[in-house]
């Protein structure tokens, strides 16, 4: 009956004693295995084993009982939709082939990158359906009562006339595309969307158009949130102390994906870094522990100075995009300079791409530990990005809508009604460009940067081109450039609805670009870049920006007065008085009243209260778990020192009985390598010299059923190592 | 060995040995043979030479009877197994040292001072001898020991201090280290000092120091004798043990929380209006004993209730403030503004529990969660449900009865799950459970709709000023329904006969609540639905705040009375009359239940009467005494197994999460939506009592003085409800990625154990190869001591030949 069981290989046993124990020990095995409820197909057993275990365990005679005959096909079901689920998450299996190839070219580091494209492809793609599903089509289908040519209001501006009358325009459809003039009746703007007044019955695009925007973020938000807790770090999960042993370091760090020797070159030399700047890092410990505490503090001192230059430099990056944009606000007509519309944007690119090379240099000047240098200038690069965007828009929303400056131009109208006769539309032209200059950045980059730099350098030979070398692809970087685009895309949900239309085919065509650019033009950067810890990070820093996104967005809607004679929202004085009316117009009396609970002071306090409760009790129950791992972790330590304590004994007592006098058995020779922390993988090494003559002898002259058992017939569990 | 067998196989004995640890001169009465390995253990190897040989034969002899199919192994092997390192952790000295030796290595390394000079080179080497192996010479040991004692100079003087006092060692043991390592530090001052001996101003710091360090632990001593009714708790553990002890610990906890809340109120309102006393409005009537009882009458115009405050600003320059409190503030004078005050203390003071609560009750989780279900897990009943603090005869006799009936239980449910009842029995089984749940259910419904009823009626009543005694009808009705329907559910629970008892105590806990938390559902809404709608002219706040005291008094005698007739004299019935003598048993669940519901009480009229927490401290007090006089009288411990820590979390969840949420619901919908009486009390000008806080808020923004950020940061950050809910999405989440942390630790832990159980087979199979070897070699034995040429040392014991170069003579 277990003959036919794969796994018994290794030297047929010839005695019948030794075979018995064997058969003892595999009875054993299929009682547990048949008693385990683990589902079979996570068994590490060869196919037909499996299909034998599933016989054990359901024997076709037994009867299948009626609620399992029910259940089954369910189950099935189940895991079908599960799988369906995963598919879509993966994007419908876009992309697959050419993210395998890149994976093994390139390591799961660089592999990364691309499937975060995806991820933010998809999310663009969800975005712009729950926009078409409930404003284009409602749109198209009700088809609202021409309300003719927007009323025109007599402004009173007194100060300037409006400009548009004398000045000639340069009229040039590329021009026009390019700020996106050319579109402005069309439904990419704000502008373009109208409706009658709303009615107790109808459908209400006002409401959807208001609504959509938050319900996407609200989706984007839940989306990032899920596929940050796919990728939380170790260290949560294992205590902060917890730090990761070196033999996790040197056994498990390959990569399999890899397939090509280049590749793997790579993964060599970035194993052989990591392994560098842990010896770096554990050497530095050691020196700073032998500092004093003056030298500590000139440390910190030297670590602030740094620092302090380069909030310094950031500061001075805000406040040149700021000036960059009311400049190209103010002189929003001087048609002759298509530089002056794009200024901002290219002030932006400008900062985000000096100013990481600035941070580089300037971090790498003090000594940090290796480690802390990445992630720093990580993190400046981010709130560089970050601030610079938040920067923009706080400056659109002082010259629009007045914000922190005198009121005077926005009195009477709520927003700056004599430059701007739809404000939506003008921010909405802005972000417009920045997307597109965004976009005509990395192609430009591609095509005009890294491509003649390739030619040159494999033209060309010298120490000058042998340093140049091929471009560098640096994931952090391209990372912070799409997620930067997202967060303008977000920014302006309610400005231009399609706006994740335009962007998700700049990422697909991204996509493209570049993954020509790495494969053609590009080398992989040595520096270490591991796929599974940066996930969390780049998430992160896409919440991070949809939250920057949300609050301007949650400000116009809840308090500014939109335009007066554009958009759906004429005759409110802020977007989201619509949400009241058509409460009171559409919902029975107790449903009001239990949204008006809902709203108040009096539900969200408790409703926190509630949160923090359940927050606590989360948390200390991961404390709770967080000791008992380390419980678990110092009894196993136990156990394996117990167990090699048992070996040792065993093998130095085999020998003995062996009729050769004088085996080797010095006590100082015995290996004491139990590494104080953890379990040591595997059988130490000088330990099978001494096994060797226990295995001979066990098969020779004792017959005791292979004496060698610990390292040949039982893989040792603790070489699985957390 | 036959005895090592018992070791394994003999439950009792065990038991005593696991759990505490005994010396090696107790464990030598027990069984004598594993007192032989560990003294070999103990003694030195060379004697160990000498006196092996004879001990391992006499052993070997009683090996090969008395064993019955499990694996006699034999004594060399058995010593092996001593020898493993969890075995002799709390025996050998050798391994201790090293252990202790190897972290005070860690320690020192970790501190920051720059010591590698000081120690000497000799010790370096020596990183490398962390073993725990226990073959030790006396060479070995004393090496080990210098070696600490090296380390432990390296150390600084506190954490050597620790770290000694933590070594499980003998008293001698740790008192020798530490004077070894102190001795070189001693030495050197010695050589510093001008003279010979201790320096005059040295031995005076010395002397000083002691008696500081003496002082403070005096100080501390006395501090913790200085905690209210430590004898008393300590009886009632040592008597009852720590599942009666924990409901005493809860009673406790209220009273602090009583006390914290109340301390506040006193200083801020309480006694701010007693000094500036308001006009009084009319004739005040005299005390007559009965408002001990209603709460009305004189109560009604002291400070007590809502009532009595003022809506003014209370100055001093002001004698007499009146309505609207026209005198102008004088420069320096403070003005105190009794209605913001009420509002923000009492909101503090909500927050300040809140918080504390929140805090006790996560700390508490982190105590008593344990990973895994350790319910039914054989092993951990056996050897750790000893309770420790029960220190006399007749309640360790109790205890062992309870311990014996848990092990019944559980190998009766054992047994259950092993053989499935049959489809009828669990038909019956389901049926006699959804009946049980429909009684319990209708009955509440039927409490809660006869409250409803009862107080329509009340209302329809022409109210008599609330003077007389019928004022008492709808607590004492509610009172009854709560103590009749909670004996029905008792009755209840036992006709089912559930399986199990946890599951029994736990459905009585969740019937009760249900029933005492729909009622006071009910009697909210009574309150403030429907006696604010009928008493307009009157201050219905005052209303309230009298009837939650009614019912704290009412609630007081009907415990009083339980306690008297529930168990004093159920006590004399069933001893005189049955002579059963067995007592009644203390009913902590429903006691508990009992606390959490004048704790509800408490907080829901707080607002309206702010000395309540004064009044239930009283009454705390009161059941302490009276609860704790009849349980010695009266009761016994409760036969029921009771963890002691986890009752104490499920105890403070209940307080926090229907209790202290429920009343934070009541009074946040008071103080946002309902409008205050216009004829009393601090708010009777506004519309909320909020708006207290909007209209200050708005007088700060028109004064436009230097804290102008603060109506900036009201409007955005309270009055606008969308950061509340920004912040409660953050907070989600937040908890939303805690969870999943600790889904991943479970699965961490799962991992872990795994691979603990495949360590534990590992080690099954290692023992019995050792034990097949050891036969193999007596089988083989008589065949070799024929042959003259071989050296028989080598096959009389295999532990022996851990000493090769030690051959002896037959």
Redo the contacts between chains.
């Keep these: 009956m277990f003959r036919q069981w794969s796994v018994q290989s290794g030297p047929a046993p010839r005695r019948p004693e030794s075979q018995a124990a064997s058969e003892e020990l595999w009875e054993q095995e299929v009682e547990r295995l048949c008693a385990s409820r683990t589902p079979v197909r996570m068994l590490p057993y060869a196919m037909a084993d499996k299909r034998f275990i599933r016989e054990l365990r359901e024997p076709e005679g037994v009867k299948t009982t009626f609620w399992q005959r029910w259940h089954r096909p369910r189950r099935v079901a189940r895991q079908h939709l599960r799988e369906a689920e995963q598919r879509l998450a993966r994007g419908f299996g876009l992309w697959e082939g050419a993210l395998y190839e890149i994976g093994g070219l390139f390591g799961t580091g660089i592999q990364s990158y691309f499937t975060f494209l995806r991820f933010l492809l998809l999310l663009n793609l969800l975005t712009m359906l729950l926009t078409a599903c409930f404003v284009l089509l409602p749109l198209v289908w009700l088809r609202p009562p021409e309300l003719g040519p927007a009323l025109k209001l007599r402004l009173q501006c007194s100060s300037s006339p409006l400009p548009q009358s004398d000045i000639p325009r340069f009229h040039n459809p590329l021009w026009n595309i390019l700020t996106g003039r050319a579109f402005n009746n069309t439904y990419l703007f704000y502008g373009a969307y109208r409706a009658g007044p709303e009615s107790s019955s109808e459908y209400s695009i006002r409401l959807a158009y208001l609504l959509s925007p938050m319900v996407c973020l609200l989706l984007c ?1 839940c989306g990032i ?1 899920q596929r ?2 796919e990728g ?1 770090p170790q260290q ?3 205590g902060q102390r917890y730090r990761t042993p070196l033999s996790a370091k040197v056994f498990s760090s390959w990569d399999f994906c890899i397939r090509v020797w280049e590749a793997a070159t790579i993964k060599k030399h970035e194993i052989s870094n990591e392994l560098k700047m842990e010896l770096e890092e554990g050497r530095r410990v050691e020196l700073a ?4 505490r003056a030298q500590k503090a000139c440390r910190l001192l030297t670590y602030l100075r740094t620092n302090i230059l380069i909030v310094l430099l950031v500061v001075g990056a805000i406040s040149a995009i700021f000036w960059a944009t009311k400049y190209s606000q103010d002189n929003k007509e001087e048609s002759l300079f298509l530089v002056l519309q794009y200024l901002p944007p290219g002030v932006i690119s400008l900062v985000n791409f000096l100013g990481p090379q600035l941070f580089t240099v300037l971090i790498q000047l003090e000594n940090y530990p290796p480690g802390t240098e990445v992630n720093l200038t990580l993190i400046w690069c981010v709130v560089l990005k970050l601030a610079s965007l938040g920067m923009f828009s706080f400056s659109l929303g002082q010259t629009v809508l007045c914000i922190g400056r005198n009121k005077t131009s926005c009195e009477s109208y709520g927003y700056n009604a004599c430059d701007y006769q739809c404000w939506e539309n003008s921010v909405g032209e802005e972000l417009y460009k920045l997307i597109i200059f965004n976009f005509l950045l990395t192609v430009a980059f591609a095509f005009l940067v890294s491509l003649p730099r390739r030619l040159l350098v494999e033209r060309f030979s010298g120490w000058f081109w042998t340093w140049l070398d091929r471009e560098e692809f640096l994931v952090p970087k391209n990372v912070l450039d799409i997620v930067a685009a997202q967060t303008v895309t977000w920014m302006g949900l309610f400005y231009c609805p399609l706006l994740p239309l335009l962007n998700s085919v700049f990422l697909f065509l991204t996509f493209y670009i570049k993954k020509y650019t790495l494969l053609r033009n590009s080398r992989a950067s040595p520096r270490r870049f591991r796929a599974s810890s940066s996930t969390f990070f780049f998430h992160l820093v896409l919440l991070l920006g949809l939250l920057l996104a949300a609050v301007p967005l ?1 400000y116009v809607i ?1 308090s500014t007065h939109s335009s007066w004679d554009c958009g759906l929202f004429t005759n409110y004085s802020a977007p989201w008085q619509v949400v009241p009316e058509l409460v009171a117009l559409q919902l029975p009396l107790p449903s009001q009243r239990a949204l008006r609970y809902l ?4 539900f ?26 380390q419980g ?2 110092k ?2 330590v ?6 090699w ?3 040792d ?2 093998s ?3 020998p ?2 062996s009729p050769e006098p004088g085996s080797p ?1 010095s006590r100082a020779s015995r290996p ?1 390598s ?1 590494c ?1 922390g953890f379990p040591c993988p595997g059988s130490p090494g000088p330990r099978t010299p001494r096994l060797a003559p226990s295995n001979r002898l066990s098969s020779s002259s ?1 017959g ?1 059923p292979s ?1 060698s ?2 390292a040949s017939r ?1 893989h ?3 070489r ?1 190592e ?1 | 060995m036959a005895q090592s067998l018992a070791l394994a196989l003999d439950v009792p004995e065990t038991t005593g040995d696991e759990g505490l640890e005994p010396s090696p001169y107790e464990e030598s009465e027990v069984h004598d043979s594993f007192h032989q390995l560990i003294q070999e253990q103990s003694l030195r190897v060379a004697e160990e030479g000498l006196e092996l040989l004879p001990l391992g034969l006499g052993r070997g002899d009683q090996t090969l009877p008395g064993l019955e199919g499990a694996p006699a192994l034999s004594s060399a092997t058995l010593r ?1 197994l001593a ?4 075995r002799t952790i709390g025996r050998s000295r050798g391994a201790i040292i090293s252990q202790y030796y ?1 972290r005070t290595v860690r320690l020192r ?4 001072r ?1 010591l ?1 000079g000081n120690v000497v080179p000799s010790a370096r080497p020596s990183l ?6 226990l073959d030790s010479t006396i060479l070995e040991e004393d090496e080990k020991r210098s070696l600490l004692v090296k380390e432990l100079q390296g150390l600084s003087a506190a954490q050597r201090d620790h770290m000694v006092r933590n070594m499980p060692l003998s008293l001698g043991e740790k008192r020798c280290l530490r004077e070894k390592s102190w001795s070189p530090k001693g030495k050197r001052r010695h050589l510093q000092g001008r003279s010979g001996a201790f320096s005059c101003c040295s031995r005076l710091r010395y002397t000083c120091m002691l008696a500081l360090h003496s002082l403070g632990l005096a100080l501390l001593s006395g501090l913790y004798a200085a905690r209210p009714w430590r004898y008393a708790l300590k009886q009632i553990g040592g008597q009852f043990g720590s599942s009666v002890l924990s409901y005493f610990l809860f009673l406790k906890t209220l009273l602090a929380f009583n006390a914290l809340m109340l301390l506040p109120l006193l200083a801020f309102l309480v006694g701010v209006q007693a000094a500036f006393p308001p006009d009084p409005a009319g004739p005040v009537p005299t005390f007559s004993g009965l408002e001990l009882l209603t709460g009305g009458g004189r109560f009604t115009h002291t400070v007590m209730y809502y009532g009595y405050y003022s809506n003014s600003t209370l100055s001093p320059s002001c004698d007499a403030p009146r309505e609207g409190g026209q005198c102008s503030p004088r420069l320096g004078s403070l003005p105190y503004n009794m209605p913001l005050a009420y509002l923000f203390t009492m909101g503090a003071t909500f927050f300040l529990t ?1 918080i504390i609560l ?2 006790s ?3 508490s ?2 105590e008593s ?3 895994g279900s350790t319910k039914g897990i054989h092993a951990l009943t056996v050897f750790c449900s000893w309770d420790y603090k029960v220190t006399q005869k007749r309640a360790s006799r109790v205890q062992q009865d309870s311990i014996c009936t848990q092990l019944k239980e559980l190998l009766a449910e054992w047994h259950l799950r092993k053989r499935p009842r049959s489809v009828c029995g669990q038909l019956r089984q389901v049926v006699v459970l959804g009946l049980g749940w429909l009684l319990c259910l209708g009955s509440t419904m039927g409490c809660t709709v006869a409250v409803l009823t009862f107080s329509e009626v009340m209302i329809q009543r022409p109210a008599s000023g609330g003077q007389g005694v019928e004022a008492l009808a709808l607590p004492l009705v509610v009172s009854v329904l709560n103590l009749g329907a909670s004996y029905l559910f008792r009755g209840l629970a036992t006709l089912e006969r559930h399986d199990s008892p946890v599951l029994e105590v736990y459905m009585a806990i969740c019937r009760n609540l249900i029933l005492k938390m729909a009622v006071l559902g009910v009697l909210c809404y009574h309150w403030l639905g429907r006696r604010v709608a009928t008493l307009q002219g009157q201050c219905w706040e005052d209303f309230v705040g009298q009837e939650l005291y009614r019912f704290m008094v009412v609630d007081f005698i009907f415990m009083l009375l339980d306690s008297l007739f529930g168990e004093l004299v159920w006590r004399l019935i069933s001893e005189k009359k049955l002579k059963r003598g067995q007592k009644p048993e203390f009913d902590i669940a429903r006691n508990v239940l009992d606390l959490i519901y004048g704790q509800t009480l408490t907080w829901l009229g707080v607002l309206f009467s702010p000395l309540l927490p004064a009044v239930q401290i009283l009454r705390l007090l009161f059941l302490f005494h009276i609860k704790k006089a009849s349980l010695m009288a009266n009761c016994q411990a409760p036969r029921r197994p009771w963890l002691a820590s986890h009752m104490s979390t499920v105890f403070l969840t209940l307080l ?2 229907p209790s202290f ?1 429920g009343a ?2 009541f009074l ?2 008071a ?3 309902v409008r205050p009486s216009s004829t009393c009390g601090p708010f009777r000008t506004l519309n909320t009592m ?1 708006e207290a806080g909007t209209v200050w808020v708005r007088r700060l923004e028109h004064a436009g003085s230097g804290a102008s950020w603060l109506p900036w940061l009201h409007h955005f950050l ?1 009055e ?3 950061f ?6 953050l ?12 889904k ?3 699965k ?2 799962c ?6 159980r ?3 087979e ?2 099954i ?3 019995n ?2 034990h ?2 050891y036969e ?2 007596g089988r083989s034995r008589p065949g070799r001591t024929q042959d003259a040429t071989e050296p028989p040392a ?1 096959h009389e014991d ?1 532990g022996d ?2 000493e ?1 170069c030690n051959p002896r003579s037959p």
């Design positions: 938000f949130l940050m807790a939380l949560t999960l294992l522990q032998q500092q004093t949650a809840s709203s108040s002071h009096a969200s306090f408790p409703l926190l209260i509630l949160l923090s409760i359940v927050l606590t009790v989360c948390i200390s129950q991961s404390r709770a778990n967080a000791r008992a791992i678990l972790r009894q196993l136990w156990q394996v020192q117990e167990k304590h048992l070996v004994d065993l130095r007592l085999l003995e009985l058995h004491r139990f104080p004792l005791a004496a058992v610990p039982f040792f569990p603790s699985t957390l | 092996i020898s493993m390192p969890s190897n390394r970790r501190s920051s720059p590698l490398r001898l962390y073993d725990l192996e809140c929140v805090y009750m996560s700390h989780f982190g969660y344990r990973v926090c999460f949420l934070a619901v946040c919908y103080v946002w939506q909020y309270v606008n409800t969308f509340l809910f920004l912040a409660s999405a907070l989600l989440a937040v908890i939303y990625f805690n969870i999943q942390v600790v991943g630790q479970r961490v832990i991992l872990l154990k795994e691979q603990i495949n360590e534990g590992d080690k199979f290692l023992i190869k050792l097949s070897v193999e070699e080598w295999g030949q851990k090769p």
